[in-house]
């Protein structure tokens, strides 16, 4: 096996955060870059979120667009690891990128605000791990506030997200009784004191949870911390390393973000618990990172908003062998040579001119319009890697054109658009409708932006009455007869000509589901 690749991958942690808004995503985010070294002080991260939340105007938020390519992903070194943070946009940007950007990603990072548990989108986005059996690992964020009993919140992670929570730090209070944790695995006590000034942070550390000064420090908290302890060793649920890998088991840490509390022992955790890039199915074989053959998937797609500038970026994860500026590789999907040259490499800021990147890695191709979500390359062998789909809408809106003349460049805008998967449409089967899905309310007006500037076309929307999607697969050609002369009015075509039932509400779906047992309803598509 080539040494240096080795060496390489096993170094590379690639992740993504996954929380519901306001859960402190951003602010531990930005903990984790100043530990990386990435950044300096705190504040950096937070100001460009808050510029862009200050901001209702459509134009000024395309410009804080722009600079958010580069903060796609954020690459650190830490300890000798090489980290990928891959962010997954929420807020007003959550869209399906967010889904698929957690498909290229080896694991998970779980934020979970103390007072108020597990919430929607945390539910949802837990889903898309749930696909590949991502790892996660669990940060429970805020002891600085009130908030749920411990036990309490491990209770609701482990009822709703389906997986089994095994605390490696322990809170000792919370709110204006917080102290501290207790490092299970290390038996060690990290004392807590606020510091908001966003350098660096240690706690005191006592070695012994009988050391005398423990009561001095603690006083009657000691005895519940005690207590607490014996209840979970009496739970007795072990960490087992094989069960995270396999995403049964979390292992969970308290802290506070904005105190810079318990986040460096999460770090110091996840480098050492979290995988390695992870070997990568295509529709013929599974392909290993240690392979020497380059191959990479795009995943994302970034439209430069900027009207003088029509180039994309496309977001491609390096899946194995070396990546090296300027070199050549298959575009199957076309079936053509393709040089990648204009390639951005993302990396910590202070080491700029880097020229080569390694599996687990992102790159960021410009092209203009040639490459889709689910293009592979490689070197030479035909690959089509697999597990980065098209996600079930849960917005839908018909588009009405201004101007009935421009009714083709609709389509060819609405097509293009769908292909580079800023939106989903769907052609009705019984009428010429034009219906497109989302699964974030901004890229609808990013789409009716992007065709007016972009394709000339002054188009407008209307409701429309859906409310949720399914694709639709049968063996049996009877039952799918059946099931679409029964559904007729529901049924519609994708932009890669892939049937699916667009549901008017959840109780049709349903009983669409028990009227027609052999007919497969999918949330996700494989692209194309
Ligand atoms: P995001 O929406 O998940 O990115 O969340 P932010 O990082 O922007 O945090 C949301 C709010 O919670 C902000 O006002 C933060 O200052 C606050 N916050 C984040 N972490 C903590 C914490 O540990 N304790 C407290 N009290 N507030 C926090």
Redesign the pocket.
Known sequence: MNKELKREVDKRRTFGII??????????TEKLLLYGGAIQMAGTV?SR?AARHATSDWMAMEQERGISVTSSVMKFEYNGYEINLLDTP??QDFSEDTYRVLTAVDSGLL?IDVAKGVETQTLKLMDVCRLRSTPIITFI?????DGLDPFAVMADIEERLKIECVPLTWPIGMGSTFRGTWNILKHELHLFSATHGGKVQKGDIFKDINDPRLTDVLGEQVHQLREELALLEGAGTPFDLARYRKGEQTPVFF?????NFGVQEMLNSFVELAPPPQPRPTTTRDVSPYEDEFSGVVFKIQANMDKNHRDRIAFMRICSGKFTRGMKVKHHRVGKDFTIANATIFMAQDRTGIEEAFPGDIIGIHNHGTIKIGDTFTDKEPLKFIGIPNFSPEHFRRVQLKDPMKRKQLQKGLEQLAEEGAVQLFRPISNSDYILGAVGMLQFDVIVHRLLHEYAVNALYEPVSVTTARWIHSEDKRALDDFTDYYRSDLAIDAEGCLAYLAPNPWKLESAVERFPKILFSTTREIR
């Open positions: 929380s519901h808004p306001d859960a402190g995503k951003t602010t531990l937070k979120k929420g807020h934020v964020n805020k002891l600085d506030r802290g506070s973000a904005i105190n």
